[in-house]
Nanobody, 115 residues
């Protein structure tokens, strides 16, 4: 079955960096787009960045120039490099993919940006 496992979250001061990882299994990873979302209490889940199976990327305006999404098909892993972090980046970050018209989510990893 499809599984997505996020890691790499934590606490960081404003201006700092974190790298999130999402390890995927149960499907042919290289064939599918991968997406990072984030959510804060009381708000809808927000798309942060996506990467297609060909490597094309897309970013929310709020993270352009600061975040970079990448993938390693040999490791079945997608990454989110987050630089110049701001307090408003604080959220639970989720990995997502859609396989055979069904959407799959990881358990999420908490990112907290504060001084």
């Amino acid at each position: 079955q499809v599984q997505l496992v996020e890691s790499g979250g934590g606490w960081v001061q404003p201006g700092g960096s974190l790298r999130l990882s999402c390890a995927a299994s149960g499907f042919i990873f290289r064939m599918y787009s991968m997406v990072w979302y984030r959510q804060t209490p009381g708000k809808e889940r927000e798309l942060v960045a996506s990467i297609t199976n060909y490597g094309s990327t897309n970013y929310a305006d709020s993270v352009k120039g600061r975040f970079t999404i990448s993938r390693d098909n040999a490791k079945n892993t997608v990454y989110l490099q987050m630089n110049s972090l701001k307090p408003e980046d604080t959220a639970v970050y989720y990995c997502n993919t859609r396989v055979e018209l069904r959407s799959y989510w990881g358990q999420g990893t908490q990112v907290t940006v504060s001084s």
